[in-house]
T-cell receptor, first 110, second 110 residues
Framework: AQSVTQLDSQVPVFEEAPVELRCNYS??????LFWYVQYPNQGLQLLLK??????LVKGINGFEAEFNKSQTSFHLRKPSVHISDTAEYFC????????FGTGTRLQVFP | NAGVTQTPKFQVLKTGQSMTLQCAQD?????MSWYRQDPGMGLRLIHY???????DQGEVPNGYNVSRSTTEDFPLRLLSAAPSQTSVYFC?????????FGQGTRLTVV
């Protein structure tokens, strides 16, 4: 069985500060890993994905994530956040089904 | 190319009523899923399908029924609505590399 754990339900941060949103997963088989963003009252938008190859993945809006197989982690980072990054972020893994974490609400303050 | 079409967008039901949420995709994807999104709980998998004629239960299947008679369609049936089923529902169509989501259905059961 596969599962995803997002360790922080809320992350408050000031504008222009760096941020890291943590994600750990478990699976008995190889997985693909994703980060999605959901802005208020909207659907889900793909930020980035790890399929294979380089463990550092770059996505849209300046976000990047690093796949760490030994720690079964896929943490999302951004070196300098903007007010517009305020949203909910979901980590997900896929095998024959696509499973999401419980989400991390990123709140960026001026 | 419409992607994933999910209807209706809003629905209010009385306790005990039944209804079907429709989901159709035109990308010839084998995998389709239904999720419910509740505050603080992320997207929880209700049912999923890996191809026409094949369905399986996710994390929260009770009170819901699905079928997959064609590759394109994956309807979700609420057999006897309960207030606990008040939620936002998302349909997804996906391959291993990326998922595409419907616009969501905001369902209220009174």
């Amino acid at each position: 069985a596969q599962s995803v754990t997002q360790l922080d339900s809320q992350v408050p941060v000031f504008e222009e500060a760096p941020v890291e949103l943590r994600c750990n997963y478990s699976s008995s088989v190889s997985v693909y890993l994703f980060w999605y963003v959901q802005y208020p009252n909207q659907g889900l938008q793909l930020l980035l994905k790890y399929l294979s190859g380089s463990t550092l993945v770059k996505g849209i809006n300046g976000f990047e994530a690093e796949f760490n197989k030994s720690q079964t982690s896929f943490h999302l980072r951004k070196p300098s956040v903007h007010i517009s990054d305020t949203a909910e972020y979901f980590c997900a893994v896929s095998t024959d089904k696509l499973i999401f974490g419980t989400g991390t609400r990123l709140q960026v303050f001026p | 190319n419409a992607g994933v079409t999910q209807t209706p967008k809003f629905q209010v039901l009385k306790t005990g009523q039944s209804m079907t949420l429709q989901c159709a995709q035109d990308m010839n994807h084998e995998y389709m899923s239904w999720y419910r999104q509740d505050p603080g709980m992320g997207l929880r998998l209700i049912h999923y399908s890996v191809g026409a004629g094949i369905t399986d239960q996710g994390e929260v299947p009770n009170g819901y029924n699905v079928s997959r008679s064609t590759t394109e369609d994956f309807p979700l049936r609420l057999l006897s609505a309960a207030p606990s089923q008040t939620s936002v529902y998302f349909c997804a169509s996906w391959r291993n590399t990326e998922a595409f989501f419907g616009q969501g259905t905001r369902l209220t059961v009174v």
